[in-house]
């Protein structure tokens, strides 16, 4: 077990360290200059321009801003901002992580218990038209693109009925001496929104992932003979059903952080959710490429670390599984 | 307990939602090709000062903040997005079928480094790949841009046909292939990889899907080869975020365009998989 632990653990280790090295060359290897949004259309002089090469280290051979740029990932340091100079990027990843930890968790909370309760009672009611109904609506969530959607819940709930906010996370004019509650009540009021953007974009991937795998476990021999037993019908569903339905989405938990990070680059930018999605955007926006670069080390150090937990739980719950 | 297939397509045809597919993509196909004709220029600006215009007769879909007719632009978006898709899922195919065919048949250090770097790769997310690449790479051609999705595409496949390699390589038939003396490309290419046929197809078709969602979503970011005024339907939503207000139907018909779209490929990828893994359907 523990040799497992510590060879897995390096086998993630040794992936992100070649995903870095990834990101480094596809960003330096793209033909365009970083700091031609930063001068955009003003004049600059030679000199100035030298300057600011010289300040970003666009001045050092490649293999030296490499080495820089991974001496750098290894300290936690990446870099200054180009358009929020001199912020460094983990500043401005460490200001924004709150909100996104906020959205985040709440779609995944929101997702891994509706999407198992709508997963399981589509594989219990396998061929109904209840199940064929809901097949089609997933299919079609899974066409929906996240912004166009986040668009047509903001007009409609935010500019039409005007019943949520559309915008932001919080109302500006609040109160500054509102007490917890009302504040509270005030995020999560501007939370329904992109969450809900989210869990209908993502959630689809979650039911689906439930339905196969219950669908298998209902047609096994020992669910027979827990009916047999005369077990009720929650008990074999979800004692004896379930519990071996439930491993194929820690392994859904690993693949399902991507599909939420970029979702949410799209989401957060459409409802300015002030997040890591957010972020993101602007900076593609700006053409800051070391905050660019930050935000995808982040992503893949979570898609990295989200298969790492989906594996160690696979082999810590389900008894089967022999390291 | 396990049903064999029929042989020939028309197991995947009687799957319904595979035949609505397909007749949807037929005919946005046909669309695309021929409605430009019929449409007024998408770039055309009749008469700017008007604004938009909301749906009805003479605009079927209205006009947007530069009075520009939304059903040409929506129709000629859908010749971008699909020659996109169709041109970067071929591509990313075929890397990924020819990585996946070599780490699998080669194996030992070659299998090793291809799936190290294959792990690495898929470690970050494909939006992510093409941010990085794309965020400061103003002047991107159409060409570059195509090749550049469908670069960032094949990690995934090449680690199915590699799979799909490793279960047919001890099959009997080639084996047998083998003492009758052929040649590892041979093996490789006439009886390896048109066995893996199956679930290429059902990747690229579900592929297409996820690349017109994708450049959508890249054109939304302001990034990509498809520079206004030709059309692309992620950019139309976005240059109809400010006008939300007072022009909602701008950014409604690019999106519901997106999503007949990505749906009938989904379709058809969906029955294809019914009628190749009829297990897993």
């Given at each position: 077990?523990?040799?497992?632990?510590?060879?897995?653990?390096?086998?993630?280790?040794?992936?992100?360290v070649?995903?870095?090295?990834?990101?480094?060359?596809?960003?330096?290897?793209?033909?365009?200059?970083?700091?031609?949004?930063?001068?955009?259309?003003?004049?600059?002089?030679?000199?100035?321009?030298?300057?600011?090469?010289?300040?970003?280290?666009?001045?050092?051979?490649?293999?030296?801003?490499?080495r820089?740029?991974?001496?750098?990932?290894?300290?936690?340091?990446?870099?200054?901002?180009?358009?929020?100079?001199?912020?460094?990027?983990?500043?401005?990843?460490?200001?924004?992580?709150?909100?996104?930890?906020?959205?985040?968790?709440?779609?995944?909370?929101?997702?891994?218990?509706?999407?198992?309760?709508?997963?399981?009672?589509?594989?219990?009611?396998?061929?109904?038209?209840?199940?064929?109904?809901?097949?089609?609506?997933?299919?079609?969530?899974?066409?929906l693109?996240s912004?166009?959607?986040?668009?047509?819940?903001?007009w409609?709930?935010?500019?039409?009925?005007?019943?949520?906010p559309?915008?932001?996370?919080?109302?500006?004019a609040?109160?500054?001496?509102?007490?917890?509650?009302p504040?509270?009540?005030?995020?999560?009021?501007?939370?329904?929104?992109?969450?809900?953007t989210?869990?209908?974009?993502?959630?689809?991937?979650?039911?689906?992932?439930?339905?196969?795998?219950?669908i298998?476990?209902?047609?096994?021999?020992?669910?027979?003979?827990?009916?047999?037993?005369?077990?009720?019908e929650?008990?074999?569903?979800?004692?004896?059903?379930?519990?071996?339905?439930?491993?194929?989405?820690?392994t859904?938990?690993?693949?399902?952080?991507?599909?939420?990070?970029?979702?949410?680059?799209?989401?957060?930018?459409?409802?300015?959710?002030?997040?890591?999605?957010?972020?993101?955007?602007?900076?593609?926006?700006?053409?800051?490429?070391?905050?660019?670069?930050?935000?995808?080390?982040?992503?893949?150090?979570?898609v990295?670390?989200?298969?790492?937990?989906?594996?160690?739980?696979?082999?810590?719950?389900?008894?089967?599984?022999?390291? | 307990?396990?049903?064999?297939?029929s042989?020939?397509?028309?197991?995947?045809?009687?799957?319904?939602?595979?035949?609505?597919g397909?007749?949807?993509?037929?005919?946005i196909?046909l669309?695309?090709?021929?409605?430009?004709?019929?449409?007024?220029?998408?770039?055309?600006?009749?008469?700017?000062?008007?604004?938009?215009?909301?749906?009805?007769?003479?605009?079927l879909?209205?006009?947007?903040?530069?009075?520009r007719?939304?059903?040409?632009?929506?129709?000629?978006?859908?010749?971008?997005?699909?020659?996109v898709?169709?041109?970067?899922v071929?591509?990313?195919?075929?890397?990924g079928?020819?990585?996946?065919?070599?780490?699998?048949?080669?194996?030992?250090?070659?299998?090793?480094?291809?799936?190290?770097?294959?792990?690495?790769?898929?470690?970050?997310?494909?939006?992510?790949?093409?941010l990085l690449?794309?965020?400061?790479?103003?002047?991107?051609?159409?060409?570059?841009?195509?090749?550049?999705?469908?670069?960032?595409?094949?990690?995934?496949?090449?680690?199915l046909?590699?799979?799909?390699?490793?279960?047919?390589?001890?099959?009997?038939?080639?084996?047998?292939?083998?003492?009758?003396?052929?040649?590892?490309r041979?093996i490789?290419?006439?009886?390896l990889?048109?066995?893996?046929?199956?679930?290429?197809?059902?990747?690229?078709?579900?592929?297409?899907?996820?690349?017109?969602l994708?450049?959508?979503?890249?054109?939304?970011?302001?990034?990509?080869?498809?520079?206004?005024?030709?059309?692309?339907?992620?950019?139309?939503?976005?240059?109809a975020?400010?006008?939300?207000?007072?022009?909602?139907?701008?950014?409604?018909?690019?999106?519901?365009?997106?999503?007949?779209?990505?749906?009938?490929?989904?379709?058809?990828?969906?029955a294809?998989?019914?009628?190749?893994?009829?297990?897993?359907?």
């Amino acid at each position: 077990m523990v040799r497992w632990l510590a060879s897995r653990t390096a086998q993630a280790a040794a992936t992100f360290v070649v995903a870095v090295v990834l990101m480094f060359f596809l960003m330096r290897l793209s033909p365009g200059d970083p700091l031609a949004r930063l001068v955009g259309d003003r004049q600059v002089s030679a000199a100035e321009l030298a300057s600011l090469r010289t300040r970003f280290g666009l001045d050092q051979p490649l293999l030296g801003q490499f080495r820089a740029f991974v001496g750098g990932v290894a300290q936690g340091d990446l870099g200054a901002s180009i358009a929020y100079y001199p912020t460094s990027v983990s500043e401005l990843i460490v200001a924004r992580l709150p909100a996104t930890l906020l959205l985040g968790g709440t779609v995944l909370i929101i997702n891994f218990t509706v999407g198992i309760v709508i997963g399981v009672w589509q594989a219990r009611h396998r061929g109904s038209a209840g199940d064929r109904w809901l097949s089609i609506v997933s299919l079609t969530a899974f066409a929906l693109p996240s912004f166009w959607l986040g668009l047509i819940l903001a007009w409609l709930f935010g500019i039409h009925w005007r019943l949520l906010p559309a915008a932001g996370m919080t109302t500006p004019a609040l109160d500054p001496g509102a007490g917890l509650l009302p504040r509270a009540l005030d995020v999560a009021r501007h939370l329904v929104l992109p969450a809900a953007t989210l869990c209908i974009i993502t959630i689809a991937v979650t039911i689906r992932h439930q339905r196969s795998a219950m669908i298998e476990t209902l047609t096994a021999d020992y669910v027979r003979t827990a009916q047999a037993k005369g077990l009720s019908e929650r008990a074999v569903v979800w004692r004896h059903a379930w519990r071996n339905a439930m491993f194929p989405l820690l392994t859904l938990f690993g693949l399902w952080l991507p599909v939420l990070v970029t979702g949410s680059v799209f989401v957060e930018s459409v409802f300015n959710w002030p997040g890591l999605g957010s972020l993101a955007a602007e900076a593609i926006l700006n053409r800051d490429y070391p905050l660019v670069m930050g935000t995808a080390l982040l992503v893949a150090g979570a898609v990295v670390a989200g298969t790492w937990v989906s594996d160690v739980l696979h082999v810590a719950l389900d008894p089967r599984v022999r390291v | 307990m396990i049903t064999l297939p029929s042989r020939g397509l028309p197991a995947a045809w009687r799957v319904s939602g595979g035949r609505i597919g397909a007749g949807i993509l037929i005919a946005i196909v046909l669309i695309a090709v021929v409605g430009p004709h019929f449409l007024p220029d998408p770039a055309a600006q009749p008469d700017i000062i008007a604004g938009p215009t909301p749906p009805g007769p003479g605009h079927l879909f209205g006009t947007d903040e530069l009075n520009r007719d939304i059903l040409a632009r929506v129709v000629g978006g859908a010749r971008i997005s699909l020659l996109v898709a169709l041109l970067a899922v071929a591509l990313s195919i075929t890397v990924g079928a020819v990585v996946g065919l070599a780490a699998g048949y080669m194996g030992g250090w070659i299998d090793i480094v291809l799936m190290r770097l294959v792990d690495a790769a898929l470690a970050i997310p494909r939006l992510f790949v093409l941010l990085l690449l794309l965020a400061v790479w103003e002047k991107i051609s159409l060409v570059a841009f195509i090749v550049a999705i469908g670069a960032t595409g094949w990690f995934a496949t090449s680690r199915l046909v590699r799979s799909e390699v490793l279960r047919l390589r001890g099959e009997p038939f080639v084996l047998a292939a083998r003492s009758l003396g052929a040649s590892r490309r041979r093996i490789a290419f006439r009886h390896l990889l048109p066995n893996t046929l199956g679930p290429i197809v059902v990747t690229a078709t579900l592929g297409v899907g996820h690349v017109i969602l994708l450049e959508a979503g890249l054109s939304f970011l302001g990034l990509g080869g498809v520079r206004p005024p030709t059309p692309s339907w992620g950019r139309m939503i976005l240059d109809a975020k400010p006008v939300l207000e007072t022009a909602p139907w701008a950014g409604l018909f690019p999106g519901l365009a997106i999503i007949v779209t990505v749906l009938a490929a989904n379709l058809v990828g969906e029955a294809l998989r019914t009628y190749f893994d009829p297990q897993h359907a």
